[in-house]
């Protein structure tokens, strides 16, 4: 079992930067792909990015590459998503999640609780 709990949500305005984090409860945590997702109101959860367990190796949505970056600080057991260049449309709450490498939810096995982002116009 992998707890994980986010932070750094907050409410922006377009064009600030947030660094999100999440802190994983095991030390088994370099062993599993982490990635993030984001869910807005009314609609599917959606990913966003994921990162190897090495942190070698990492693939960013369309939607938000050049703008997130997905980064891994295995020896503190913590994954981060800096946020920069933020839109109205990045408006969500994200997930962390930690399973094996891929794009859809259905590859992670653990979930954080989530944490809401809000950008005003």
């Known amino acids: 079992q992998v707890q994980l709990v986010e932070s750094g949500g907050g409410l922006v305005q377009a064009g600030d930067s947030l660094r999100l984090s999440c802190a994983a409860s095991?030390?088994?945590?370099?062993?599993?792909?982490m990635g993030w997702f984001r869910q807005a109101p009314g609609k599917e959860r959606e990913f966003v990015a994921v990162i190897s367990p090495s942190g070698g190796w990492t693939l960013d949505a369309d939607s938000v590459k050049g703008r997130f970056t997905i980064s891994r600080d295995n020896a503190e057991n913590t994954l981060y998503l800096q946020m920069n260049s933020l839109k109205p449309e990045d408006t969500a709450v994200y997930y962390c999640a930690a399973g094996r490498m891929g794009v859809s939810v259905g590859h992670y096995d653990y979930w954080g609780q989530g944490t809401q982002v809000t950008v005003s116009s």
């Open positions: 095991r030390r088994t945590f370099s062993s599993y792909a």
